[in-house]
C-alpha cells in the first residue's frame, strides 16, 4: 500500500510541478452559434496549439472562454480579459478602434480562398425574388457587429435602395442558427446568413435571393502580450497541416495578415451607417 501511495503520490508532484511551470493563457470567441457547438468546434485546434507549443520549446495551458454575445467579447479583448481571439473582421477593426495595440495573428483560409459567402434567405416558397423585394417585408439580421449578419448585409441593402425605413421590421437576433430558424418558421420574411448555416438549413425550406463576399476570419491577441507566446501561436497556426483539426472549424489553412486585407470591410461598415 506504500509503495502504491509513494508512486501516487510522486505522479501528483510532478503534475503539479508541470502546471506550476506551465503559461496560462486565455482564448476568447463568441456564440455565433450555441455554446456547446463552440466548444466542440475549437476544442481540437485548442489542444493542437498546446501542444505543438511544447515542440517549441514552451508550455502553454490554454482555456476556452465562451462570450454570449459579440459585445461581450469585443469588450473582453479591449479590456485584455483573455489573450487570442477568433472574430470576425468588423469585430477586429471595432476593437482596433478601442485599443490600437491589439494585433493581428493570422487570418483563415478556405478552400485556397481569403473570401466567403454571406447569403440573403427567405423561405422556399417565398414570393421574394431579389433584394428590391424586400421592400415592406419583415427582416432578421444577425448580430449587431456581424460583418455578414449586420454591416456587409445592410451595405447591400442600401445599392440595392432599400433602407430600414423601407422595411416592414427588422430586428437583430444575435445567432446565423437563430436567423435561419427564424426565416423557416416564418417569423420573419428573409433574413442574412453565413453561407455554412445556409447550407445547414437550406433542406428545411430556405432558398437563397443574393450573395455576397466577405474577407475570412482575423485570429488576433490582446495588447501587451508577450512576443514569445505571440510568435509561438502565429507558427503553430500558418504550419498547421492536420486535416482534421482543420476541418473542425471549417477552414483549410492558416495565411499571413495585415490591416489592408479588411479595408474593404471598414468601408462597408461606415457605408451601413446610411442604413
Sequence with gaps: MRIKFKIIT?????????NLNAINIKFGVYTSDK???MYRKFKPIID?????????????????????TYEAALIGIINGDYDFARFGPSSYILAKEKNKDIRLLVREEEKGKKHFNGVFVVKENSEIKSLPDLKNRSFAFGDKQSTVGRYLAQDEMIKANIKAKDLKRF??????????????????????????SYKKYKSRGLRSIAIFQNSTKPWLVRSGLD????????????????EKVLKSINKTAFLEVDDNDYALIKKSMENSSKF
Design 48 to 68: 493542437y496549439l498546446e501542444k505543438d507549443a511544447k515542440k517549441q520549446n514552451i508550455d502553454l495551458n490554454i482555456s476556452i472562454k465562451i462570450y454570449p
Design 171 to 196: 430586428e437583430y437576433l444575435g445567432r446565423h442558427d437563430k436567423v435561419a430558424l427564424s426565416v423557416v418558421n416564418g417569423n420573419f420574411d428573409a433574413g442574412v446568413i453565413k453561407e455554412s
Design 10 to 18: 510522486s505522479f501528483f508532484l510532478i503534475f503539479l510541478i508541470s
Design 35 to 37: 455554446a456547446s457547438v
Design 227 to 242: 512576443d514569445k507566446i505571440y510568435e509561438t501561436l502565429k507558427k503553430s497556426l500558418l504550419e498547421l497541416k492536420d
